[in-house]
């Protein structure tokens, strides 16, 4: 048991725990593969036309070496290893804004107050058109977060349009450290409380407890609607402490499961783990209980979760988890499919592998690599809208994915792709998942999802109810 709780930490806390986690079995070299490894590193060490640089050599060798493997694998260097980290703790170093691409356009979303975006006057629904003069029209997204991140006090210029049209003016901003907020609260009509999740990072359900204690300040809310559209997911820790604020203890979350190359039944046990609604899942040593203190209705109020094809990994896990004890009616469109684990091994001291080391299962046993969390009433975004460009990316969509593993059930509706949302339409008059999950809520409606289907279409209504399986 010590050791099965081993594997799971070093799932769960990579960073924590991973310089200690050890394969239990020897590792077989192919030589005749090694050796053309090593002829091809002495050829460029003897025949480029320039001296190159090992460890630029080696490296490269490591990141086409993961490249081979699934798209959530690679090599991580300093820089990329310095953000995961600051990451998990829930801070950054940045400029104060959210971002959604939305076609060619990288468009503001939110601006954090007091920050550097903010005192210079950018505003949710302002368009970046340059970085330090470099238009991002065609830039890759690894390119646009290389060219932002910067040490504290380094300064950029910032190229933008005022509501997204119009000419571009130029901002001069000094990067600062900031805190990630990923947890935003909105009263809506009827008693009704809205939560965002748009990430699960170091302080996210510590957050989340935060705004949970600041509703009962004034009155349980009727209802919550626990948002995780576009929410990219983010550390499993954090996602396993926001679903322990609404399922009681030792509720079981999802199972993890990783290779199995034993041949005894004992080994094989091992290679799968059960993850529970347990402080040793989502606490930091030395660190207090977040959800110690929870308000008394928090696990008890009616639940409505939103999620669309950009609700990927942890947003995944949490509304299968909370779907599956029919904690919550789940509403939006079919999520991403990104049902997999990473786990972060250091190789120096500026340096490490993220690698593939499980996929998870939903407390049902519902796959959701490449299958993704078919919610309970389907709203799917509107395409007449112009924030719908198109169909979202899925995890399927992504070169050499890992397919799934289990056979589809037999009652599995026909995949259907949802248009690309906008979190500018979020909240706006023709946000029809937040209305209908409002409507669910709200006064003289039952907590099931009967009573906002009958609201809805007749279609609609025949299309919900079928898929009110798992």
């Not at 910032?158 to 001069?172: D, E, K, Q, T």
């Not at 690599?369 to 509107?382: F, K, L, N, S």
Request: charged fraction near 20%.
């Amino acid at each position: 048991m010590k050791r099965l709780r081993a594997t799971i930490l070093c799932l769960l806390f990579p960073l924590v725990a991973a310089g200690n986690c050890r394969a239990g079995e020897p590792v077989v070299v192919p030589a005749a593969e090694f050796q053309a490894l090593l002829s091809a590193y002495a050829l460029v060490k003897t025949r480029y036309v320039e001296a190159p640089d090992d460890k630029k050599l080696l490296e490269g060798a490591i990141a086409g070496m993961l490249a081979s493997l699934d798209p959530h694998s690679g090599f991580l260097d300093k820089d990329e290893l310095d953000a995961v980290r600051k990451d998990e703790a829930g801070d950054y170093t940045g400029i104060g804004i959210s971002v959604d691409f939305a076609a060619a356009d990288m468009v503001v979303t939110a601006v954090t107050a007091d920050s550097p975006a903010y005192l210079a006057g950018i505003e949710p629904g302002d368009t970046i058109a340059s970085i330090d003069g470099a238009m991002i029209s065609g830039m890759r997204l690894p390119d646009i977060a290389r060219r932002m991140r910067g040490v504290p006090g380094s300064a950029l210029d910032i190229g933008y349009r005022r509501g997204g049209s119009g000419a571009v003016r130029i901002a001069r901003l000094h990067r600062a450290a900031l805190l990630a907020q990923t947890v935003t609260t909105r009263a809506m009509p009827n008693g009704v409380a809205w939560i965002q999740v748009s990430a699960f990072e170091g302080r996210t359900a510590q957050d989340l407890v935060a705004a949970l204690k600041t509703l009962d300040a004034s009155g349980a809310p009727r209802g919550i609607v626990l948002d995780v559209r576009n929410d990219p997911g983010g550390l499993v820790s954090a996602a396993v402490g926001v679903a322990g604020a609404f399922l009681p203890p030792g509720t079981p979350l999802f199972s993890a499961r990783g290779r199995d190359t034993a041949a005894d039944s004992a080994a094989a046990a091992a290679a799968e783990a059960t993850v529970t609604v347990d402080p040793r899942f989502y606490r930091r040593p030395d660190e207090p209980d977040v959800l110690a203190d929870l308000p008394p209705w928090a696990r008890t109020v009616p639940l409505a979760v939103l999620v669309n094809g950009a609700s990927a990994s942890a947003a995944e896990l949490l509304a299968g988890a909370l779907q599956d004890h029919r904690r919550a009616t789940v509403l939006g469109s079919r999520t991403f499919g990104k049902g997999s684990i990473q786990s972060i091994f250091p190789l120096t001291g500026d340096s490490a592998v993220k690698i593939t080391v499980a996929r998870y299962f939903t407390p049902n046993g519902h796959e959701i690599q490449a299958r993704g969390i078919t919610p309970d009433v389907i709203v799917a975004p509107d395409p007449a809208r112009n924030d719908a460009l198109g169909l979202a990316l899925r995890e399927e969509d992504l070169s050499q994915y890992l397919a799934a593993i289990l056979p589809a059930p037999d009652d599995t509706p026909p995949a259907t792709r949802a248009g690309v949302e906008s979190t500018r339409m979020f909240g706006t008059r023709d946000d029809k998942a937040l209305a209908a999950a409002v409507s669910l809520l709200g006064p003289g409606q039952a907590s099931r999802a009967d009573s906002v289907l009958g609201a809805l279409t007749p279609s609609l209504k025949q299309l919900g109810a079928a898929l009110k399986r798992w």
